[in-house]
């Protein structure tokens, strides 16, 4: 079956670094998007990876690995506007978006 | 307008009713999506239309229907609403099937009583 998983939650201070991982399971593979989702918002498109390696934009990398189903998403210096809820998303052969339940992320001060 | 709007924002509806939600956007997309969104899953693919005149079934189809008459407009339709149905609702659109990030509307919050 298809499966998306990632932490529930996640918690770091104003400042710090954190990375967020996601581990895929899908029928085919076509790369694998970084959402952020404000609370009662939609999701914003964050990163897409479809090559092994990072993608640096700005305070927020993602890197993928194909042969281990795995990413991960790092913030950096971090900023209480980035306290939301990141979803890993990973396209199938179809060309559909696979989900997972999103890890929300607590900044403290 | 600009980008994909959605109506209505939120919306209480009885139990057996029917219900159509909106989806409108301007950019010309081919490809639209409609997911809901439950607390503590993930996004969950409803329906979906490659380009106007088609449309394609999602992980969760049953007891929605959808219809693509033109590029511009996807709406859904809950035949008969259940409380199970009771989610938010989004609205997204790519400009192709391939791999593009995926555009989200303001979604629609639906409680069925």
Redesign the interface.
């Known amino acids: 079956g298809q499966n ?1 998983d990632q932490p529930t939650e996640m918690t770091a201070t104003e400042g710090a670094i954190v990375q967020i991982n996601c581990t895929y399971q899908t029928s085919g593979f ?2 694998l ?1 970084w959402y952020q989702q404000h609370a009662g ?5 964050l990163s ?1 990876n ?1 090559l092994d390696g990072l993608e640096e934009k700005g305070r927020f990398s993602s890197f993928l690995s194909r042969s281990k189903g795995y990413s991960y998403l790092l913030l950096k210096e971090l900023q209480m506007k980035d306290s939301a809820s990141y ?1 890993c ?1 990973a ?1 199938d052969s179809n ?8 890890t929300k992320l607590i900044i403290k001060p | 307008i600009a980008g994909i709007t959605q109506a209505p924002t939120s919306q209480i509806l009885a139990a057996g009713r029917r219900m159509t939600l909106r989806c409108t956007q301007d950019m010309r997309h081919n490809a639209m999506y409609w997911y809901r969104q439950d607390l503590g899953l993930g996004l969950r693919l409803i329906h979906y239309s490659n380009t106007a005149g088609t449309t394609g079934k999602g992980e969760v189809p049953d007891g929605y229907s959808v219809s693509r008459a033109n590029t511009d407009d996807f709406p859904l339709t809950l035949a008969s609403a259940v409380p199970s149905q009771t989610s938010v609702y989004f609205c997204a659109s790519t400009p192709g099937q391939g791999a593009s990030e995926q555009f989200f509307g303001p979604g629609t919050r639906l409680t069925v009583l």
């Open positions: 998306i076509n790369g998007f918002e939609a999701p914003t498109f897409y479809v979803l998303a396209m060309y559909q978006l696979i989900w997972g339940a999103g």
